[in-house]
């Protein structure tokens, strides 16, 4: 079975502080794919990137960092100087590469960016 | 962004009514999804549409009913619903196969009050 956890339930900083969002998965596939989205207030999910389980480069897009780690079954995000408008929910994800590529989604981290 | 649309937006209704929520993708996809975000639970896939054949129902309860018409539209017929159904449903949309990236796009959401 796949599972997939996000120990931090909520987490509070400062703005321009640093943050990192950590992700533990588990699965018997040996290929997969991982992803991480963002739940503004809006409620909408927003793509923030997705990651092939065959590809463990780290990946960096503006302030958004990825730490994939194969080893650990871990894909850590982090956001360097954070933002308030970083503030929402973050969820990390895991599907499989074939089949029904059905996501399972960790318990999400609430992110609060204060001024 | 419109990719995928969902409404009504905000849904109130009593547990004999009968409602029906509906999802509507403008990306070209092949498969189509829906999600129930509850405050106690993860993110729980609901049903997977693939070429418009339904290839998962996660044990989800006979009151709701999937439809899928054709690959661009998705609904989820409600009735005699009970009050731990209220929940926001997200839809979502994705394309399976060699082509496809396994990431999923997902609508704004229904949020759904049983009363």
């Known amino acids: 079975a796949q599972k997939v956890t996000q120990a931090q339930t909520e987490i509070s900083v400062v703005e321009k502080e640093d943050v990192t969002l950590d992700c533990v998965y588990e699965?018997?596939?040996?290929?997969?794919?991982l992803f991480w989205y963002k739940q503004p207030p809006s409620g909408e999910l927003v793509f923030l990137i997705r990651r092939n389980s065959f590809d463990e480069q780290n990946e960096i897009s503006g302030r958004y960092s990825w730490n994939f780690q194969k080893s650990t079954s871990s894909f850590n995000f982090t956001i360097t100087a954070s933002q308030v408008v970083d503030s929402a929910v973050y969820f990390c994800?895991?599907?499989?590469?074939?089949?029904?590529?059905?996501?399972?989604f960790g318990q999400g981290t609430r992110l609060t960016i204060n001024p | 962004e419109t990719g995928v649309t969902q409404t009504p937006r905000h849904l109130v209704m009593g547990m004999t009514n009968k409602k029906s929520l509906k999802c509507e993708q403008h990306l070209g996809h092949n498969a189509m999804y829906w999600y129930k975000q509850s405050a106690k639970k993860p993110l729980e896939l609901m049903f997977v549409y693939s070429l418009e054949e339904r290839v998962e129902n996660n044990s989800v309860p006979s009151r709701f009913s999937p439809e899928c018409p054709n690959s661009s539209h998705l609904f989820l017929h409600l009735h005699t619903l009970q009050p731990e159904d209220s929940a926001l449903y997200l839809c979502a949309s994705s394309q399976r196969g060699r082509q496809g990236s396994g990431q999923q796009y997902f609508g704004p959401g229904t949020r759904l009050t049983v009363t």
């Open positions: 699965t018997r596939d040996t290929t997969y794919y």
């Open positions: 994800a895991l599907s499989s590469y074939r089949g029904a590529q059905k996501l399972v």
